[in-house]
């Protein structure tokens, strides 16, 4: 079986296991990180592209935010599924690695990484930032019926995640593309929050 081949049947097995994400985590989502992870392998340097293509593809799959008790384990399915498309152990490995390690919700990462690992990571990343992480973040927000913003932190907003996630991504950055970046879409979220809030104290007036 041929790379494209292998990335297409990769790509379907992916497609199939969104029906719970909302709309920031669905298919063009794993598109963007597919493809910055692969502009990233370019700038770097570094990094097997098939590892990478595949890790980017499946790095949302059994997503601690949709997943149900019923589901089955994830990294099970990933290595069953790989196995059947004859790839080596080694890439089957770190695949579940990445899928099990990347989130920001896991908190501190591993201490020891692969490059493939962290050019997933940073893609991943990038794509909560800046203008298409604003969108993201506020079409999460609606899908968990979150508000807008909450001026006494009693319930969940989607500005408190700016605060709780989204701000700090700049400074978690691995490779040097990445945090060059994340700078200018740091910028961008900074920019605006100036406009949220000018915006929202106007209307508080």
């Not at 790095?59 to 949709?66: A, E, L, R």
């Not at 200018?184 to 915006?199: A, G, I, M």
Request: overall charge negative; glycine content about 8%.
């Amino acid at each position: 079986m041929n790379h494209d081949e292998i990335i297409k049947l990769v790509e379907e097995f992916a497609a199939k296991n969104l029906d719970n994400h909302d709309g920031g985590h669905d298919w063009w989502h794993l598109c963007r990180v597919r493809n910055m992870a692969m502009y990233l392998v370019k700038t770097e340097g570094y990094g097997d592209p098939i590892l990478v293509e595949i890790s980017a593809l499946l790095h949302d799959m059994g997503d601690s935010k949709f997943k149900k008790e019923r589901d089955s384990d994830t990294g099970s399915l990933i290595t069953f599924f790989l196995r059947s498309l004859g790839l080596e152990d080694k890439i089957i490995k770190e695949v579940v690695f990445i899928n099990h390690n990347i989130s920001f919700s896991k908190g501190k990462r591993p201490a020891e990484v692969s490059g493939e690992f962290m050019i997933v990571q940073d893609a991943d990343r990038l794509d909560a930032i800046g203008a298409i992480g604003i969108a993201r973040a506020f079409n999460y927000g609606g899908f968990r019926n979150n508000r807008i913003y909450d001026p006494d932190g009693n319930r969940p907003s989607t500005i408190a995640h700016f605060n709780e996630k989204l701000l700090k991504l700049k400074e978690l950055m691995n490779t040097a593309t990445g945090k060059r970046v994340a700078e200018e879409r740091h910028e961008y979220l900074e920019s605006f929050l100036k406009q949220f809030f000018r915006e929202w104290d106007m209307a508080a007036k």
